[in-house]
Every structure is written in structure tokens, then in C-alpha cells.
């Protein structure tokens, strides 16, 4: 008789794999399909340097169970460095400015890491939600009121984003570079999520006392984790402000943290690719709701809604409609709990 359990094994490696192949070929072509609409070469763009902020949230939720309310902060903390790079040194060649905003985002989270994480006492997921909420939301008002940043009108006119002689403006060209970076990006967080370290990820999520007592140093596991998904922030601030042309205080606060959680959970977190799909769904349900006369009031409180009901009645996200549960990260646990330690 076949089971559910007895029929995943087959289901594993082929769903998101084919999801992966048709995001890929999709985000290839797009540019040949949009380009007699610039504004919507930039939406697309926008998507893709958000995909990363999604991921990096993935990376700490969706494997290794970090609820994390601060991904906007090493987002936008790094857009504000790489403009006051610009505005102040006139620097924007990209050999330098975004390894450095990856710097500033993995060392700014590995500082919250060392706070939240590496206490003498195992913190709680209340603890570090809103430990992280509450930076992002001090990073926010602290900026606001700074006038050498811009205070709450932000930086504008950020310098563009050089390569040699050649400076790059928003278009295909830019769409292309953040593709190949996320996609550089995406495949390095697949394989860490695949390789041993990404085994003990998904261990310590399921059941943490049980690593501890195998003795596994867990929170520096979460440490660590936390510090590389700050990193893939970092740079996603660094190309949002580049593309923008524009960083804000609101692009570092609670706000575009808690929408980094919905794209995640939208789609299918502890997938990888789950708040990527997350992403493009919101952004453009976003984008074609606030374009529409007689609903543009009521928008967001609509997206609200259908938000909402699918976090509540599938947790799971869009992705859980095709991918098994043996084939998520979180189906490791789920097969111990029922045959035991393996």
C-alpha cells in the first residue's frame, strides 16, 4: 500500500529543482519581454535585489530558526554606506563599494549575533525577535533625526555604481547584474544549506535541546548562520541604493523587516527559492493593485488579507502546494520524530 511517508522519497529532488529551472529561465528572458517598459525592467530589478533580502531572512528562519525582525537593518545600514562612500570620497567602483557593503552587513550582524546569541543563557525566539525589532527600529529613528545622513529625507542622488570607465544606470544591464549576483548568492547559501553545516541547521531547528546534548555549540551555529545571512543583506542594500538611487530611514526600520518575513513566509520558507517566488508574487500583486483607480486605497489592506490566509491556512507558503514535505528542510525532524534517531 502506498503511504504518504512511502511515496515522498520519490517526490525528493524533483520539484524544486524544476521550480528552480523555471524561476532561472523565466528571470533570463524577462528583459526580451519587457523591454519596451523600462518601469517595468525596474520593478523586475526590484525583485531580484529583494529576492536577497528574502533569502537572507530564509537563512535564519526557514534553516535554522532565528526569527529575525532586523534583516532591513544591515540592508539599509549598507545602502548608507556605500552612498556616503559616494557622496563623500566620490567611490562607486564596484570592486570596492560592495564587498564593503557586504563587510559592514556581516560584521554589523555578527555584533547582534554576539548580543542575541552568545549570551551565557540560550536565548529564547521571543528574545531575538525583538532584540532585532528593536534595533531596526533605533537604527530608523536614530537616522531620522541625523542631518549629516539626510535625516528623515534620506540620501538622494546616490553616485551610480561604476565599472572602470563605465557607469551603470538602471536598465537590462543592471537587471542582468543583480540576476547573476543573486544567483551567485543563491547557489552559495543551496550548498551550504545542503553541505553538513546545513545538517545541523536543520537539526537545531527541529529539536535544539537534542544538538546541544549531542554536543553541538549551537549558538554559534545560529552565530554564524545569522552573521552570513547579515552578509547577503548587506549587499542587497548596497545594490538597492545604487539602483534607487535613493536610502532612507524607511529602508532599514521594522517596516521592510516584517516585509522581508511576508515574502518568505508567502512563498515557502526553508526553501530557498520559496521567497524568491514570494517576492515576485507580492511585489507584483503590489504593483498591479496599486495601479487599479477604484481599489488604489485599498490595496495593501487587500494584499493584507490574502497575505494573511495563506500564512494562516497553508504555513507552509505557495511552494507547499508542490514541494513534499521529505523535500523541505524541515522534513529532516519529521522523519526522526516518526522512525526515531537515524
Same mark, same amino acid.
Given at each position: ?13 524533483r520539484?524544486?529543482?524544476?521550480i ?5 529561465? &523565466? ?16 520593478? &523586475?530589478?526590484?525583485?531580484?535585489i ?18 529575525s525582525? @532586523? ?9 548608507y +554606506?556605500?552612498?556616503?562612500v559616494g ?10 563599494t560592495?564587498?564593503?557593503?557586504m ?15 552568545? !549570551?551565557r543563557?540560550t536565548? *529564547?525566539?521571543?528574545?531575538? &525577535?525583538l532584540? *532585532? ?6 537604527a530608523e529613528?536614530?537616522v531620522? $533625526?541625523?542631518?549629516y545622513?539626510?535625516a @528623515? ?10 565599472f @572602470?570607465?563605465?557607469?551603470? +544606470?538602471e ?11 543573486l ?6 547559501a543551496?550548498?551550504? +544549506?545542503?553541505?553538513?553545516? #546545513? ?24 552565530a ?9 543583506? #548587506?549587499l542587497? =542594500? ?7 538611487g535613493?536610502?532612507?530611514? $524607511? ?11 511576508l515574502y518568505?513566509l508567502?512563498?515557502?520558507? =526553508?526553501?530557498?527559492? #520559496?521567497?524568491?517566488?514570494g ?5 507584483t ?19 493584507g ?16 502546494f508542490?514541494?513534499?514535505r521529505r523535500?523541505?528542510i524541515?522534513?529532516? !525532524? ?5 522512525? #526515531?534517531?537515524?
Amino acid at each position: 500500500m502506498t503511504t504518504p511517508a512511502s511515496s515522498s522519497p520519490a517526490r525528493i529532488g524533483r520539484a524544486l529543482p524544476t521550480i528552480e529551472t523555471l524561476a532561472l529561465l &523565466a528571470a533570463l528572458v524577462a528583459p526580451l519581454l519587457l523591454g519596451e517598459s523600462p518601469e517595468l525592467i525596474t520593478l &523586475a530589478t526590484n525583485i531580484l535585489i529583494l529576492s536577497l533580502l528574502a533569502i537572507s531572512f530564509d537563512l535564519c528562519w526557514g534553516y535554522s530558526g532565528i526569527m529575525s525582525f @532586523g534583516q532591513a537593518l544591515f540592508f539599509g545600514v549598507a545602502g548608507y +554606506v556605500i552612498a556616503l562612500v559616494g557622496r563623500d570620497l566620490e567611490f562607486s567602483h564596484a570592486w570596492g563599494t560592495l564587498p564593503l557593503a557586504m563587510a559592514v552587513g556581516l560584521l554589523l550582524s555578527f555584533l547582534f549575533a554576539a548580543f542575541l546569541l552568545l !549570551g551565557r543563557r540560550t536565548p *529564547t525566539v521571543i528574545f531575538v &525577535a525583538l532584540g *532585532t525589532l528593536t534595533g531596526a527600529y533605533a537604527a530608523e529613528r536614530l537616522v531620522s $533625526g541625523w542631518q549629516y545622513v539626510g535625516a @528623515g529625507n534620506g540620501l538622494s542622488s546616490i553616485k551610480l555604481l561604476q565599472f @572602470g570607465e563605465i557607469e551603470l +544606470v538602471e536598465g537590462p544591464a543592471f537587471y542582468y547584474l543583480a540576476l547573476a549576483l543573486l544567483l551567485v548568492c543563491y547557489l552559495a547559501a543551496r550548498y551550504i +544549506v545542503r553541505s553538513q553545516f #546545513g545538517l545541523v541547521l536543520a537539526g537545531m531547528r527541529q529539536n535544539e535541546e537534542r544538538l546541544a546534548f549531542f554536543g553541538y555549540r549551537v549558538q554559534v551555529f545560529k552565530a554564524l548562520i545569522f552573521s552570513l545571512a547579515g552578509l547577503l543583506a #548587506g549587499l542587497a =542594500g548596497a545594490l538597492f541604493s545604487y539602483h534607487q538611487g535613493f536610502i532612507g530611514p $524607511g529602508n532599514m526600520g521594522p517596516g521592510l523587516s516584517t516585509t522581508a518575513v511576508l515574502y518568505a513566509l508567502f512563498g515557502g520558507s =526553508g526553501t530557498l527559492i #520559496g521567497p524568491v517566488v514570494g517576492t515576485f508574487l507580492i511585489e507584483t500583486i503590489s504593483y498591479v493593485l496599486a495601479d487599479q483607480d477604484a481599489i488604489k486605497q485599498y490595496w495593501p489592506v487587500i494584499l493584507g488579507v490574502v497575505l494573511l490566509v495563506v500564512v494562516v491556512f497553508k504555513p507552509s507558503g505557495i511552494l507547499g502546494f508542490f514541494v513534499s514535505r521529505r523535500e523541505r528542510i524541515g522534513s529532516y !525532524g519529521g522523519r526522526s520524530a516518526k522512525g #526515531g534517531p537515524r
